[in-house]
């Protein structure tokens, strides 16, 4: 048969169209009474709503060039820039695992400096007290030995200085003087960065006005002599792990980069030329559409800003680099940080970012030695190799729910940006307090969903293994780190020579930084540090088929704060030998409701006679409650409720923790 004989199948075609009111008819009807609302819709922190469903015409604004990344299609041809982060104290340290990166698949490298270096410390004991944070670059000798063989004219080395950047700045030119490397071929990102590290660290070395100007010179010397060095960086990562939500972190991302662009040009660069020598560096969580469409707002609202000033449409990209947010990762079960930096890589992928750090699944314990390392490495080799991820140009563009989640998190972002411009701009909202005081109140309603587990973390507050094993992190000598350094520093220009500061510092009251997980952690914590595991005896009554469900829930519930949980046969066995064989007072009554109706009372009193101190029931009491109180029945524990107050409170009582929480 030709093709000209085969007629084309039309198998919609003797269906009517599609109607959404229809449609909801349908569902409201399958949801027997339940709201529509209420079940099939979801709001986010944001105040963003999302529907069950979308059709056409759900987005209002159409993507354009910027929306959809306008260097995706040259990034397509060599992949997104596969950026590692370095922060081990020691130099030597630092070189081997940045070599190891550059030959596995890395693109680029990150050197973090350690907090005594970002705050522009000048004691190296100062170092060694401020902890394993980051590299101790305290002379130039010591960043030629992080980059000893790495060739800075081929892999792009971005600094995280904090408020020293100025002598990190003049470290850098200085190696790539010395390696004798043209100006024109030198790779580089010096991440001058004033309001994100006052909001970082509470402090700069100097004052806010006077930083934002050696800012804005560095900018204009890079500018015109380094065409490949950028050097000013907004990194929002300081209120993200405060707890503002995306819609702030834009927010504080476009106020900052305006700051930073009317600072330039108070030095006589040009917007357009300001413009390039900006990174901008957004974290991404694990909500995957979400973080599509931050980024795709992001570069639409900068365009948005760019275009205001007078810069030319086809110059209005914004660099790009993405992390995966620090924040979600876990310090309990960190293997599941491993998912965590797939989906949210898979996130900064799809929303095109520029360069992507994934920080190692140790990352919350400690230092990553090389197999956490290689794991981070290899999340993005993966993805970008083997998933082509790189080789599609904006693929969640066209669909209806993305796109009109960036409409609405663009518009959010739009309107606290333009407050923020009103109120005197980044710099006001920050040293006035205004911006650690709602990323708390952000942070506060988040706190109150994992709390209650309407946000669940696996392996923290879901999930949770209370006999997990330790994860392997590197081990560090700080102490022998500073005197090897002392030693060193004879006849080495040292940091604090080079920081010329004035001696006045800017300090302010910064965001407090959290993990998603810190309150629960904090629990698993003190149930491992007891000198006997705190444990729950779970009555089972009924039989597996009745009991299986409430026991899961109880051993996941109390788990949460590392309750161990021994299980015993309520129906026939002695519940006093039980108690005393599991070496505890505390009893959950798992099963039915309708065993509970029948046997609770008995079997709380039972428990009581046998020895159990505390008797919880896992379910919800109904019109019962008073009945199993006078029964023995002190508690209850049930989906829904605050469950890190309810373990808190098994933990006191158990002795675990004091009546002070600690």
Request: hydrophobic share 45%; aromatic share 4%; with cysteine.
């Amino acid at each position: 048969m030709s093709d000209a004989d085969t007629e084309n199948l039309t198998l919609a075609a003797d269906f009517p169209a599609a109607d959404r009111e229809a449609w909801r008819a349908l569902a409201e009807a399958a949801l027997k009474g339940a709201p529509f609302d209420k079940a099939l819709t979801r709001r986010l922190a944001e105040g963003i709503v999302t529907e069950p469903i979308y059709a056409a015409g759900a987005a209002a604004v159409p993507a354009d060039a910027a929306t959809r990344n306008a260097g995706a299609l040259t990034r397509m041809a060599g992949g997104w820039d596969i950026r590692q982060l370095h922060a081990h104290p020691d130099p030597k340290a630092v070189n081997k695992a940045v070599l190891a990166d550059l030959e596995r698949g890395a693109h680029s490298v990150i050197l973090r400096l350690d907090r005594a270096g970002r705050r522009g410390g000048t004691a190296l004991t100062d170092r060694g007290n401020a902890g394993v944070d980051g590299i101790m670059l305290h002379a130039f000798a010591a960043l030629d030995t992080a980059l000893d063989g790495v060739f800075v004219d081929a892999a792009t080395v971005s600094l995280q200085p904090g408020g020293a950047f100025v002598a990190t700045a003049s470290m850098m030119t200085s190696l790539w003087e010395a390696r004798g490397l043209d100006k024109a071929e030198v790779r580089g990102h010096l991440g001058a960065d004033p309001l994100g590290s006052l909001a970082a660290e509470g402090m700069l070395p100097e004052p806010l006005p006077q930083s934002m100007t050696r800012m804005a010179k560095l900018a204009v010397d890079m500018a015109g002599t380094r065409p490949n060095v950028t050097s000013v960086s907004v990194d929002t990562s300081a209120y993200h792990g405060a707890g503002a939500n995306e819609a702030m972190d834009l927010a504080y991302a476009l106020s900052t980069g305006v700051a930073y662009l009317r600072a330039m040009e108070g030095q006589g660069l040009a917007v357009e030329a300001a413009a390039q020598q900006i990174e901008f560096s957004m974290p991404v969580g694990v909500d995957v559409f979400l973080g599509i469409a931050k980024l795709r707002a992001a570069r639409r609202l900068w365009a948005e800003i760019l275009g205001a000033c007078g810069v030319a449409e086809d110059v209005r990209s914004m660099r790009l680099h993405v992390t995966t947010a620090a924040n979600a990762w876990a310090g309990r079960d960190p293997w599941v940080n491993m998912l965590r930096a797939t989906v949210a890589t898979f996130a900064g992928s799809v929303g095109g970012a520029d360069s992507i750090t994934v920080l190692p699944y140790s990352h919350a314990r400690g230092l990553p030695d090389g197999f956490a390392r290689r794991i981070a490495r290899n999340t993005q080799v993966i993805l970008a190799e083997e998933s082509n991820l790189a080789k599609v140009c904006d693929p969640a563009g066209g669909s209806w729910y993305v796109e009109s989640m960036t409409d609405q998190l663009a518009a959010k972002a739009w309107e606290r940006f333009r407050a923020i411009e009103a109120a005197g701009g980044m710099a006001t909202h920050l040293t006035s307090g205004a911006a650690a005081s709602e990323c708390a109140e952000a942070w506060a309603e988040r706190e109150r969903r994992i709390a209650g587990r309407r946000e669940e973390l696996t392996g923290v507050n879901a999930f949770p293994k209370v006999d997990e094993a330790p994860v392997d992190v590197e081990e560090v000598d700080l102490d022998a780190l500073v005197a090897a350094a002392a030693k060193a520093l004879s006849g080495t220009t040292a940091l604090d020579a080079m920081l010329g500061a004035s001696g006045a510092v800017e300090t302010i009251a910064a965001p407090t930084a959290h993990r998603l997980g810190e309150a629960f952690e904090t629990l698993r914590d003190a149930s491992d540090a007891a000198a006997t595991r705190p444990t729950a005896l779970l009555v089972l009554l009924g039989g597996p088929a009745m009991s299986t469900a409430r026991a899961t829930f109880a051993r996941n519930h109390l788990g949460t704060g590392g309750v161990a949980c021994v299980d015993a046969d309520g129906d026939a066995g002695d519940l006093k030998s039980a108690l005393s064989g599991a070496g505890t007072d505390l009893a959950v009554i798992c099963s039915s409701d309708n065993i509970y109706t029948e046997r609770a009372t008995e079997t709380a009193k039972a428990l009581k006679t046998a020895g159990a101190r505390e008797v919880l029931l896992a379910g919800r009491p109904g019109a019962h409650e008073a009945d199993w109180a006078a029964a023995g029945i002190d508690g209850y524990i049930y989906a829904g409720d605050d469950t890190l107050a309810a373990v808190r409170g098994v933990l006191t009582r158990l002795g675990t923790l004091n009546e002070g929480g600690q």
